[in-house]
């Protein structure tokens, strides 16, 4: 992908390693993690892409404003230290992202943004968000992970609650036993087959 800097074009470093493979009978999910080397200015044009006009006049006009700042915000913690953000994609399609943070100091998984949606002109990808916190909870039972932490948004309670997520003050988490447990169920629901040692592949929305 090129952008324009200064009237220059110029190739900028934006690459992701595929980390896992999400099968549904309805579609194939490419789970990819971003690069860290990637440049703000590329991050800038990817919350265009995954949030153009046509896809936010889906929104009410009072939450169009609250996702655009939502999804600004998740891809700028990529860059920061010891996030991780993986990208959900259909086709070399944007379709869903997540960010989080892996603290094995406090050996908790904090989960700071996570978005899907309808990529232009597709179908409606089926337990999209599903996928992505499923990968997590196969990064906590990976890396033995005892708890998992966020605080929701967007009146997203009620779809955590039933990925096995408990209110606690004003975060709500899931622990190690839990995570196992939903991992089991989301097996009825799709099939994720974690790559190993993947290559870093360029982006080419």
């Keep these: 992908m090129q952008v324009s800097n200064n009237n220059n074009k110029y190739t900028p470093h ?16 490419t789970l990819l993690q971003l ?29 169009k404003s609250a996702m655009r700042e939502f999804m600004k915000n998740a891809l700028a913690s990529v860059s920061k230290d010891g996030v991780k953000g993986v990208l959900s994609a259909k086709d070399g399609v ?43 909870y196969q990064e906590a039972i990976h890396s033995g992970i005892s708890s998992i932490t966020l605080t929701p948004g967007f009146n997203s309670l009620m779809f955590y609650k039933k990925l096995g997520f408990k209110p606690s003050s004003s975060t709500i988490s899931i622990d190690a036993k839990e995570i196992k447990e939903q991992v089991q169920k989301l097996k009825k629901t799709f099939l994720y087959e974690k790559i190993n040692y993947g290559k870093s592949i360029d982006l080419k929305f």
Excluded: C
């Excluded at 002109?121 to 997590?136: E, F, T």
């Design 14 to 29: 934006f690459q992701a390693i595929p980390v896992a493979k999400v099968k549904t009978p309805q579609a194939e999910i």
């Design 35 to 63: 690069d860290k080397k990637a440049d703000n200015t590329i991050l800038e044009n990817l919350q265009s892409l995954f949030l153009p006009d046509n896809i936010l006049d889906r929104f009410p006009n009072t939450l």
């Design 94 to 136: 944007p379709t869903g992202l997540v960010t989080y943070k892996v603290d094995k100091s406090e050996n908790a998984i904090y989960i700071d943004y996570l978005a899907s949606w309808v990529p232009e002109s597709a179908k409606k990808i089926k337990n999209n968000g599903k996928m992505l916190v499923d990968h997590v």
